[in-house]
């Protein structure tokens, strides 16, 4: 997901740096603390918190204390809440469980979000969160929790998706999308510029 993440950056223009949980624990609050928004991508959320070590955890969560911005996707959705793998707390306590596709045993799925504006759009969707009782909602499943939330933890600003907007067309194949890959893209535009920007989207 990082690759897929960079290609929308790249597209949008934005200077950034990759960090790697081996690098990421070596720093401190206040290094951390010189960028403007911490991207966590998808991927494995039990592997990544475990990968942190705990002053990690902490110094990430005292540098969104401290205004640092964070955009959490699927599994740094699952991280930023109370996770009992080394979860960052963002959340004041709040923890996160997958959306309801994953007890009906499936694993990844074309799901259409509906923003509070009405529009709705075909998501890439693998193992994500559903994400109630955290922030405002800026769009919503199928069955009606949660999919995308914005909210505040300190002084930085969080926004957080259980959906890949970012996914490239390849990870598509087998399944039925009404909405184009470029508009999914455009959407994870949005989401990142909201996110670095400390802007509100429209929500309920």
């Known amino acids: 997901d990082v690759g897929a993440v960079e290609k929308v950056l790249g597209h949008e223009h934005l200077e950034y740096s990759t960090i790697g949980t081996r690098q990421l624990n070596g720093l401190t609050e206040v290094e951390i603390r010189r960028y403007r928004l911490l991207i966590v991508p ?3 959320f039990e592997q990544i918190g475990k990968s942190l070590t705990p002053s ?3 110094n990430i969560r005292g540098a969104v204390r401290s205004g640092l911005n964070y955009l959490g996707i699927c599994a740094g959705a699952f991280l930023a809440g109370n996770s009992p793998y080394n979860g ?4 004041s306590g709040v923890s996160f469980g997958f959306y309801a596709a994953e007890t009906r045993g499936i694993r990844k799925s074309a799901l259409a979000i509906t923003d509070a504006g009405g529009q709705t759009l075909d998501q890439y969707w693998e193992d994500g969160p559903q994400l109630t009782g955290w922030g405002v909602v800026v769009a919503r ?3 009606g929790t949660p999919a995308v939330v914005e909210g505040t933890y300190g002084s930085g600003w969080m926004i957080l998706s259980g959906v890949h907007p970012e996914a490239p067309a390849d990870w598509r194949r087998g399944m039925d ?6 508009t999914d893209n455009a959407y994870a535009a949005a989401l990142i510029r909201a996110a670095l920007n400390r802007q509100s989207l429209p929500h309920d």
């Not at 999308?177 to 470029?182: E, H, N, R, S, V």
């Open 177 to 182: 999308f009404k909405t184009q890959a470029d």
């Open 88 to 91: 960052l707390n963002l959340t």
């Open 56 to 58: 990690a955890a902490a």
């Open 141 to 143: 499943y199928p069955d």
């Open 42 to 44: 998808g991927g494995n």
